[in-house]
Structure formats: structure tokens, C-alpha cells
């Protein structure tokens, strides 16, 4: 193929088998390009965009303790922010920004640590959404005598944080790496618990001779069959295997063995849940913006 596209020019030279494949390359590296600029425009570079986390969700301000909540669902014209803090009821609503982003602002104490949450979604149609918040960083498997079988997000903020005693290691230019499942760690018939990790396996890694462990299945997953590739809550951890104090506790163990640690994450591989998972979050498969409602009177 002549009038190879400059873009793919340098890939196509150092493989010819992608010739015939110049032009879509092109096209796809020309979308890319074109994500990039924006994401310099508007976010401050794809990292900052990346760092999403520090800004959605339940965010603690450091200086008061005030509790900020932020989600985007542009399908929704109205938010409430329910749970056991206010009895389920619609009393605290958020208000929604030109962008599709959903906010409110409580004060410190206003929603107990591990208590549940949930953010009510109201669609054009007037319908109501029961979702899980999607940046929850706490979800958990209902009690056995609940009928409920979707998990539940938690508010996470301990007053007692676990703090980190030991520096991270520097990686090793040659690692070598234990792959563990906190949950099958355990000879005993029986989901495995961080805290065993680190009291029983670590020490092992480390005599052993290894300078990196591997997490397999760290993000909650529902279904614990699917080895933790079903993924229903991107920035929380199994809960299945204990806290995330828990999970710190023993990274920070680790780092004092100077073993790195690595945690698998899944973007790749989402549940289809609908009520403790992203599908269909907002009433559309996308997270598709349309048009303000009528019913819509929060929106600027």
C-alpha cells in the first residue's frame, strides 16, 4: 500500500504485516489523539482525568470532616441520597450541574462509618433507580437471613484510619513475583481473610525469596466463582476477605518484608449486574446525556 498515513508510518515500518490495515490504524489513532486534546482542555491532561476517585464519590474534607458526595449520571434529572442515615427517605437531595454531575454536601457525622448507602436515580420518565454509588470504595454481601441478593454499598470512614508504618520498596529491576487469592490461601475449607495472608503467607513469600506479590481478584466482584473477572464495584475491595484497613494492614506488612505489592485490576472485564454493578446505571447502556426535563429544576 502507497501514501501510508505519517501517523502509523513508524508501526507499519517495523511491521509490514499491518499494511493493509494502515488506514483503520490511522483512524483509530486519530480518535485517540483527538480523547488526548480534550482531556487537556478540559481535565488538565489525562492524568488528573485518571484521578477521578479524588473528586467522585464520598469524599472527607481534612480540615472540617465534612462529608462531599459526587456522581454523574447525566440521564437522571433528580438525585437523593438515601440510607440508614436517613431512614431511606428522600430528604437529601443533590443538586445537578450542566455536565450531568450530581453533588451534596453534609456535615461531619452526618452518615455513620459502614452504614448503607444509596443514591436514587430519577429518570425523564419519572421511573426510580436504586443504584449502588459508583465509586463506593466499601460493598458487602447482605446478611444470610436478608432476602436480598444484590450487595450493599457502605459508607467507609473508620475513625481510627490505618496508618502506614513502613516505606514502599523500590522494585527490583529483576522481580520475582508470588500470584496469591487472598480467598484460596487458606488449607482450611474456607474463604481466606487478609489478616491470614498476612500472618500466615507473607512470611513464606518472603523466605521463599520473592520481592513481589501479585493479588489476584482484589475488586469486588458478586459472584465469587468468577475468580474476581466479574467486576460490580471498581474502587472497592472484596469485602469477602475483610476490611480495607485489613487489606492496608497487610500491604504495609509486606512493604516492611520489601515486597512489592501489585493488585490485579479489571477494567475490562464488568459484571452485567444491574443493581450492585454499572450496567445500565443511569437508565442507559452509556451513560447517554439527554436533554433537561421539565421535571428537571435543579439543573444550570
Known amino acids: 500500500m502507497s501514501n501510508i498515513p505519517p501517523s502509523v508510518k513508524g508501526a507499519v515500518d517495523?511491521?509490514?504485516?499491518?499494511?493493509?490495515?494502515?488506514?483503520?490504524?490511522?483512524?483509530?489513532?486519530a480518535l485517540a489523539d483527538d480523547w488526548l486534546t480534550k482531556f487537556d482542555q478540559n481535565e488538565g491532561g489525562l492524568?488528573?482525568?485518571?484521578?477521578?476517585?479524588?473528586?467522585?464519590?464520598?469524599?472527607?474534607?481534612?480540615?472540617?470532616?465534612?462529608?462531599?458526595y459526587k456522581e454523574w449520571a447525566p440521564n437522571a434529572v433528580e438525585a437523593y441520597l438515601v440510607g440508614d442515615f436517613n431512614n431511606w427517605d428522600f430528604?437529601?437531595?443533590?443538586?445537578?450541574?450542566?455536565f450531568g454531575n450530581f453533588v451534596i454536601h453534609l456535615s461531619k457525622g452526618s452518615i455513620p462509618h459502614d452504614s448503607r448507602v444509596k443514591i436514587v436515580l430519577i429518570l425523564p420518565s419519572g421511573e426510580k433507580l436504586y443504584r449502588l454509588p459508583a465509586w463506593i470504595t466499601r460493598a458487602t454481601q447482605p446478611p444470610k437471613e436478608s432476602k436480598e441478593v444484590a450487595f450493599e454499598a457502605r459508607f467507609w470512614n473508620p475513625s481510627t484510619p490505618y496508618v502506614f508504618q513502613n516505606k514502599r520498596p523500590i522494585p527490583s529491576k529483576s522481580l520475582r513475583i508470588y500470584e496469591a487469592h487472598i480467598g484460596i490461601s487458606t488449607p482450611d475449607p474456607k474463604i481466606g481473610s487478609y489478616k491470614e495472608f498476612t500472618q500466615n503467607v507473607l512470611p513464606r513469600i518472603?523466605?521463599?525469596?520473592?520481592?513481589?506479590?501479585?493479588?489476584?481478584?482484589?475488586?469486588?466482584?458478586?459472584?465469587?466463582?468468577?475468580?474476581?473477572?466479574?467486576v460490580t464495584n471498581f474502587f472497592a475491595i472484596s469485602s469477602r476477605f475483610g476490611t480495607p484497613e485489613d487489606l492496608k494492614e497487610l500491604i504495609d506488612t509486606a512493604h516492611g518484608l520489601g515486597i512489592t505489592v501489585l493488585l490485579d485490576v479489571v477494567h475490562?472485564?464488568?459484571?452485567?449486574?444491574?443493581?450492585?454493578?454499572?450496567?445500565?446505571?443511569?437508565?442507559t447502556d452509556c451513560l447517554l446525556y439527554t436533554s433537561p426535563s421539565p421535571r428537571d429544576s435543579?439543573?444550570?
Open 14 to 29: 517495523a511491521d509490514p504485516w499491518l499494511t493493509p490495515f494502515a488506514n483503520e490504524l490511522a483512524k483509530r489513532r
Open 47 to 68: 492524568t488528573k482525568f485518571a484521578d477521578s476517585y479524588k473528586k467522585y464519590g464520598f469524599q472527607i474534607d481534612p480540615k472540617d470532616g465534612s462529608i462531599n
Open 91 to 98: 430528604t437529601h437531595k443533590l443538586t445537578k450541574d450542566s
Open 206 to 230: 518472603s523466605k521463599l525469596g520473592y520481592n513481589t506479590v501479585q493479588l489476584m481478584a482484589i475488586m469486588e466482584h458478586a459472584y465469587y466463582a468468577s475468580f474476581g473477572y466479574q
Open 268 to 283: 475490562s472485564h464488568a459484571s452485567k449486574n444491574v443493581d450492585d454493578g454499572l450496567n445500565n446505571f443511569d437508565g
Open 298 to 300: 435543579t439543573s444550570s
